[in-house]
């Protein structure tokens, strides 16, 4: 089945500094994907649409300048947490659906995100 | 309003047994699906089963099948012979609209359901 990777897996951060989270889909290409945010013990909420080759589209509620998404290619789309805080601390997932007719969406493993 | 809600925070189950995942929604929308997926303690989101609107029968997969109610709005995923495997998180999700449209791919999401099976 189709394959979505993310990197890094969890990564621990200063307060004040940025991170990047890569989401790539390893064997097919994605113009559109998504970033969800889960807080311990909740749902996951969705924070933004990539869009290959255009802004992202974000939720209500979700500061764009705080967190960067960039889809740079038909494979890869990145969020970048800007000067973080321990707020931000959170289990950040992507998904991409294999095509633009299909419900089908594949899940990213995941990243931890921990801002001491 | 809360578009997906699922109102057992936990669930128990013996090995072996069935158990049935509640999952209500709200949409105006008459196209539409529902999605289940199981949330391990590692974190990833696995696809279990899906039922779009328009289809007439209930969706199977293996051991999971979803009691499709569209009058009713609800959802319910049935797990069938429990195996200690299946202790997880799991959450209900819709997506609205037909494809092409904006948004069409985007997830809500319920509070899920941790499901305990026993030996």
């Known amino acids: 089945g189709a394959v979505v990777s993310q990197h890094p897996s969890w990564v621990i951060c200063k307060s004040g500094t940025s991170v990047k989270i890569e989401c790539r889909s390893l064997d097919f290409q994605a113009t559109t994907m998504f970033w969800y945010r889960q807080f311990p013990k909740q749902s996951l909420m969705l924070m933004a649409t990539?869009?290959?080759?255009?802004?992202?589209?974000?939720e209500q509620g979700v500061e764009k300048d705080k967190f960067l998404i960039n889809h740079a290619s038909l494979t890869l789309s990145t969020l970048t947490v800007t000067s973080a805080h321990p707020e931000d601390s959170s289990f950040y997932i992507c998904s991409a659906p294999t095509s633009a007719r299909t419900y089908e969406q594949y899940f990213g493993p995941g990243t931890r995100l921990t801002v001491t | 309003a809360q578009k997906i809600t699922q109102t057992q925070p936990g669930m128990f189950v013996q090995e072996k047994e069935a158990v049935t995942l509640d999952c209500t929604y709200d949409t105006s929308d008459p196209s539409y699906g529902l999605f289940w997926y199981k949330q391990p303690s590692s974190g990833e989101m696995i696809f279990l089963i899906y039922?779009?609107?328009?289809?007439?029968q209930n969706a199977t997969e293996g051991r999971y099948s979803l009691n499709f109610q569209k009058a009713r709005k609800s959802a319910n995923l049935v797990i069938s012979a429990s195996q200690l495997g299946d202790s997880a998180m799991y959450f209900c999700a819709m997506r609205e609209g037909i494809e092409g449209n904006t948004g069409f791919q985007k997830l809500v999401f319920g509070t899920g359901t941790r499901l305990l099976v026993s030996p």
């Open positions: 990539s869009n290959e080759g255009s802004k992202a589209t974000y």
């Open positions: 039922q779009g609107s328009y289809d007439q």
